[in-house]
Structure formats: C-alpha cells, structure tokens
C-alpha cells in the first residue's frame, strides 16, 4: 500500500501493498523506447485511476495461513482526499487507526487507551515510516502497480494474455517480474515478483470486479502467496461494501475521546 498506500501516498492501501524493485547489475541494457512507453501507458492508466478517486470506502475480510498458524481479520477501510485514512478494525480485536497529514491515533476500545502521534512536527522521511509502519498491517496486496518508476527501469516486453482478450503482461528483469494489466477496467489484474536469487517473492491475482462508480472497477476477491524465510505465506482478501466518491463525514476523520480514554501524546 506504504507500500502503495502510502507508496502509495495519493492513496492508502495498498492500498498498502506497492512493489518495490532493486536495482540489479546484471540487467545492462535498457528497453527499447517503444516496450517502456506501452508499459507506462499501462501502468499510468491504473495510477491516475486511483488518484482521481476523492473517498473510497470497503470492509476487508482477510484469512493468512502460515505452516504455523491462521488468522481471521475484518476492518472497515476510509479513505478521503488527500490523505486522510480510518481504519475501524474489528476481528480479532476492536482497534482504531486513524491518520491523518496532522497526526496518527491508534486507539484500543477495550482498554480505554489511545496515542496520538503529532506526525506534523516531525520530518517527512519519519512521518511516512511512522504510519507506513501501522498501515502495512492493513495493506491489501495487489491493487494497484507499485513502485511505477522502479519497475520501468527494468521493462523488457509488453506481451498479451493468451486467456483474457486485451490484458497485456509487462515483464522485466532485475529481478524479474510480471504484472497483469487490464486496459479496459485500467485494473492490476495478477502480480509476479521475484527476488535477485529467481525465488518467487510474491505471487498476487484479483477476481470479481465490480463497478463501483463509473470506471471505477475494483476486484471483490484478492488472493496473495508470500514466500519468507520460515516458508510459504497465502493470503486471502473479500471486499464488500465498496463505495467510490461517496459523501463522507468529516467527522469521520476526528478523534474525539471522552474523559475516561487515558490519552498518550507522542
């Protein structure tokens, strides 16, 4: 998401999920100019899709299996132009994350506890650490392209799917990735990422998309496989409730605690 959202900073959530691609030595030669102007085509499409989005509102039911364990989550996520995010989570635990370019609130109902982190005092490198660091816990992966221009220097192909009629692969080296672009919905429709040593990083697809305002066209079911260190990571995502452009209350984005929510500032 912050990944791209917060790479993604027009838009949190990655929207939180952005893919970040280092350089690699091995990879000499640029693209032809053709290939990297198709390719930024593609991916700017998708990009300013987003960033003309003004409120974007969706509940987010996530299972995560590990070899070790499973976890169910559910959170409603609020977004409004420029750069205001609510994250009302509310399984396993109630939790409200709130950010906005003033401050950040992470406040836990059942314990009456709130922080307030003043992000306006603070530089912009630690501002966008301090609530990418929070918001990557919600970030959904596969929704928007990433890293734009990192993944441009790397270009190799433009090529189309053989399945779906109009989707174009753009591929490249360094390492190597693929992503799936849907030029009519300007949709991300799978991800491919591996790291310099040909292992897969990230695998991502999204299905079921709905129209949720005109061309606005998001994906209901996101599904994700990690490879870590201790092993394969899936992760499966339902959207619901998606709400384009709506009319939000301004109240939404305050944090207004009565006198017995003990208030730590930061």
């Known amino acids: 998401m912050i990944a791209k959202l917060w790479t993604s900073s027009g838009l949190a959530f990655p929207l939180l999920g952005g893919l970040l691609l280092c350089s690699c030595a091995a990879w000499a030669e640029p693209a032809p100019t053709g290939v990297v102007a198709r390719a930024a085509h593609l991916f700017g499409a998708v990009e300013q899709r987003f960033e003309a989005i003004q409120t974007l509102q969706y509940t987010v039911e996530r299972t995560t299996q590990s070899t070790r364990q499973q976890m169910q989550e559910r959170w409603l996520f609020s977004y409004r132009k420029p750069g205001d995010i609510r994250i009302d989570y509310q399984s396993p635990q109630d939790r409200l994350i709130l950010v906005t370019p003033a401050n950040m609130v992470e406040y836990l109902p059942a314990v009456r ?3 307030r982190t003043d992000l306006a005092r603070l530089p912009a490198a630690e501002r966008s650490a301090r ?12 929704l928007r ?3 734009v221009r990192a993944l441009l220097a790397r270009v190799q192909r433009v090529t189309p799917d053989a399945r779906q009629a109009g989707a174009q692969w753009v591929e490249g080296a360094g390492p190597r990735f693929r992503i799936l672009v849907d030029p009519a919905r300007q949709a991300v429709l799978a991800t491919e990422l591996w790291d310099a040593h040909g292992d897969i990083k990230l695998r ?18 996101l599904s994700a496989v990690f490879g870590t260190a201790d092993g394969t990571v899936t992760s499966t995502v339902r959207l619901s409730g998606i709400r384009v452009n709506a009319a939000l209350d301004p109240a939404l984005f305050q944090f207004v605690p009565d006198r017995k929510v003990i208030l730590v500032e930061r």
């Open 113 to 115: 506890k709130a922080l």
């Open 131 to 142: 609530a990418g660091g929070v918001l990557a816990r919600v970030a959904v992966e596969g």
């Open 145 to 147: 392209v990433g890293d």
């Open 204 to 221: 991502t697809t999204a299905e079921d998309f709905v129209e949720a305002a005109p061309g606005q066209w998001l994906p209901q079911r």
